[in-house]
Each structure stands twice: as structure tokens, then as C-alpha cells.
């Protein structure tokens, strides 16, 4: 598949690992970022062309992939003269590894389809560290034929690649996913900050809970912060609040009441609109332990 040519929307600290990687693996790529150059000028340093639209991208590319933050970001880079529908054609790829509401998904899916093109949603998990090395979990849906013709692909990014079902169902599972690992990461963040109000050692806390069924892999990211200071999970507050409120607007699309995405959601607003957005979900912990006492 290395003969396929890849243009690439989104160039953040996931979507420059991925480019990395892809480039590692011998594609051609055609690149277009947004505020920060840092990941589009080390793209081109080793060899993709910087394309000045996304409507060039598609243009120049077999396969479209787009990492963006949200929703709206997506359909900035389809819509309009210059967005990939207006360059897009049959038979082409447009693949977004972001976390995005799945009505936009099937929305945007249908547009291209108008035009021939096929799209997937396929959103992540793992780091960007897991990105340069082709180790992230990638929860693919959409045509299971264009999935299965893209996957070679899919496979030098991802170490788990997952078809999950009609287009959508990636994002749909992604936004539960995160849902519950955001809900963990508040709920660990305030045991570690209500011990230290009455006077328990983070780390005896820990050990206790963790040699019970309630260790998990979020309750390690915030241990590891809260006790070493460490952060190994690079996902910021402004993303995680975004997630969460994704959840809900899903599941109010749904006719459905959300009952435990509310505390989540609302501990990572405060956190986000005290000044908290940028740092990272771990850090929730801090900030629960100087506000605890808030009324």
C-alpha cells in the first residue's frame, strides 16, 4: 500500500506522530496543518509537500485522513470551495482518526458518498508515543470492503485494529470509552484529594484500592501523577471536557439520560474554566486538592 498516496489534515502532537510513522513506512504524503507549524515543517523536512487548502489535499491524495480536535474542525476542512468535498472523487478514502459526534460522522458520510468517495471514522487510543511506533488501537467503521482495502494502512498505524460495525460505531464506542475513562480519572483524582484533607498518604490509599478489582489502567495514569509526580497520560482537560460533553449531546440524541457522565462533566468544566484547560487529565488531582472545599 505504500504506493497510495496519503494527504493529512491535523497536525498536532498525535497527528505528527502518525505522519512520522506513515512516512517511515515509505507514502508519500500531502500535509496541512493550522496554527502550530511545528508538525507541517517537520513533515516537509522529510519530504511531504504542504498543500495550501484541503481541497488541494484531496486533490493530491488517494487517501484523505483528517486528526482534528472536534466536530466542528472536521467539517471546516469538508465544507466549502476549498474543503475535501469540493476536491474529493470516486473512489477515494477520507478516513478521521479524531474523536468526533457521530451524527456529524454519518452526516458527512453521506455527502461523500454523493460523490463516490467512501468515509470512516476511526478513532484512537493510545499515546502519540504509541503513533510513532505503529502501536495505537484503532476503532475503525464505515464499508467494511473500503475497510478492508485500507487496512494494510490502518495496520502500519495501529498495533489493534478493530472493524466495529456501520459508519459511526467508532465514534459512537470512542465518546463511551472516554466517558468512562474520564469518569475513572475524577473520581481517583478526588479519593487522592479527599485523603489528603483527612490526613491519608496518597500512596497507602492506592495500594489499598489497587490490590482489589478497582485498579485499572486510568487509576495508574492518575497515581502516577499524583504520588510521582509523572505524567503519562498526554490528553488535556480541554479535550477530555469536550469528550464528555460529546457523550451527552450523543446520548440527549439518543433520548437518553445520561446520569453519571454529570459529575464528570461538571468537575472538568470547572477545572477547564479556572484556568486548568491545557494541562493534562492527570493534574485534575491538583486541582481537586486546592478546591475540595469549595461550596
Do not use: W
Not at 49 to 56: C, F, G, L
Not at 105 to 129: E, M, V
Not at 275 to 282: L, N, T
Amino acid at each position: 500500500m505504500a504506493d497510495k498516496r496519503i494527504g493529512f489534515i491535523g497536525l498536532g502532537l498525535m497527528g505528527r506522530a502518525m505522519v512520522q510513522r506513515l512516512q517511515d513506512k515509505g507514502y508519500t504524503l500531502t500535509v496541512l496543518g493550522n496554527r502550530d507549524r511545528s508538525g507541517v515543517e517537520a513533515a516537509v523536512a522529510r519530504g511531504a509537500t504542504e498543500a495550501k487548502t484541503a481541497r488541494e489535499v484531496a486533490e493530491a491524495s488517494d487517501i484523505v485522513m483528517f486528526c482534528m480536535g472536534t466536530s466542528d474542525h472536521v467539517e471546516s476542512r469538508v465544507y466549502g470551495d476549498n474543503g475535501v468535498l469540493a476536491g474529493t472523487r470516486e473512489g477515494q478514502v477520507v478516513i478521521d482518526f479524531g474523536t468526533s459526534l457521530p451524527g456529524s460522522t454519518q452526516r458527512i458520510g453521506a455527502d461523500l458518498a454523493a460523490k463516490g468517495a467512501t468515509y470512516l471514522d476511526a478513532p484512537l487510543g493510545r499515546t502519540p508515543a504509541h503513533a510513532v511506533d505503529g502501536k495505537l488501537n484503532i476503532m475503525c467503521s464505515g464499508d467494511k470492503a473500503t475497510y478492508d482495502s485500507v487496512k494494510p494502512v490502518l495496520d502500519d498505524l495501529g498495533e489493534n485494529v478493530f472493524h466495529l460495525g456501520a459508519l459511526g460505531s467508532g465514534h459512537t464506542i470512542k465518546l463511551i470509552n472516554n466517558f468512562f475513562a474520564m469518569t475513572t480519572a475524577c473520581a481517583m483524582s478526588e479519593a487522592f484529594a479527599m485523603a489528603d484533607l483527612a490526613g491519608i498518604d496518597r500512596q497507602q490509599l492506592y495500594s489499598v484500592m489497587a490490590a482489589g478489582p478497582l485498579k485499572s489502567g486510568m487509576m495508574d495514569f492518575v497515581r502516577n501523577y499524583a504520588v510521582d509526580h509523572k505524567i503519562d497520560l498526554a490528553f488535556s482537560i480541554a479535550n477530555a471536557t469536550k469528550d464528555v460533553t460529546y457523550y451527552r449531546e450523543m446520548a440527549e440524541g439518543l433520548g437518553a439520560k445520561t446520569r453519571m457522565s454529570g459529575a464528570a462533566h461538571a468537575t472538568l468544566t470547572e477545572a477547564r474554566d479556572s484556568g486548568a484547560a491545557d494541562q493534562m487529565v492527570p493534574q485534575i488531582v491538583d486541582y481537586l486538592a486546592a478546591h475540595l472545599k469549595d461550596k
